[in-house]
């Protein structure tokens, strides 16, 4: 039975392995459709929703399946409350991307507002915490987990500058009210890949040590 059990769990992982993958690369062209203006990456980010939905369904019930069928216990179970947690948020961090990817369809066809918004940073910042928060599950890493937990209020800075900038221009050029909104959930729709890859680094911290650090902002240094 325990030998079963280890091979279902080995399955469970190397599919959510799989969604992290295809998550990953449509966030990458998501913001290659935001840096570049490039409509062709936002129609793939677009039209290609409904693989992460059904794998995240697949994983999803996967998980509910050895529950039911194994009862696990300890590790085991953290692990499959773990990776529920983590199937979940990065089917939320999909559907982010098709919204930035929607956004920038759509500022790819309208006039470049001349201001500096900085978006390559930022992108990079998330990708950088995306990419580190599954790189902790990976290799079970909780001081990685910790540190991404700890990056959060960088990208928070920074959406909220965005914020301030967009006011202040909007009172400047009522004509461009449209593309600055645009560009206003841009930044909102990348801060909040930055909190599901802090959520799935502490879903990693709560799998490795049994520890629930969500909302302890002190736990992180």
């Keep these: 039975m325990a030998e079963h059990l280890q091979k279902e769990i080995g399955k469970l992982k190397g599919n959510l392995l799989r ?14 459709a935001i840096k570049n203006r490039d409509i062709k990456s936002a129609r793939e980010v677009i039209d290609s929703d409904i693989e992460i939905d059904e794998m995240e369904v697949e994983v999803e019930e996967e ?17 499959i409350v773990a990776i529920l947690k983590i199937n979940n948020d990065l089917e939320r961090i999909g559907d982010l991307a098709v919204n930035i990817a929607e956004r920038g369809s759509y500022l790819a066809v309208q006039k470049a507002i001349p201001a500096s918004f900085d978006f390559s940073t930022m992108a990079d910042k998330v990708m950088l915490m995306l990419r580190q928060s599954l790189d902790s599950f990976v290799e079970m890493d909780a001081d990685l987990a910790f540190f991404v937990c700890a990056s959060d209020d960088e990208v928070d800075e920074m959406n909220r500058e965005m914020h301030e900038q967009v006011e202040s221009l909007i009172k400047e050029s009522v004509g461009n009210v449209s593309v600055l909104i645009h560009l206003l959930s841009v930044s909102r729709h990348f801060e909040r890949i930055a909190d599901h890859a802090t959520n799935i680094a502490e879903d990693v911290i709560y799998m490795i040590k049994g520890d629930i650090v969500r909302h302890k902002a002190e736990s992180y240094t």
């Design 63 to 79: 998980c509910l399946k050895i529950l039911a069928l194994h009862q696990p216990v300890a590790i085991d179970l953290r692990l």
């Design 19 to 32: 969604l992290c993958a295809l998550v990953e690369k449509r966030v990458e062209l998501a913001t290659s």
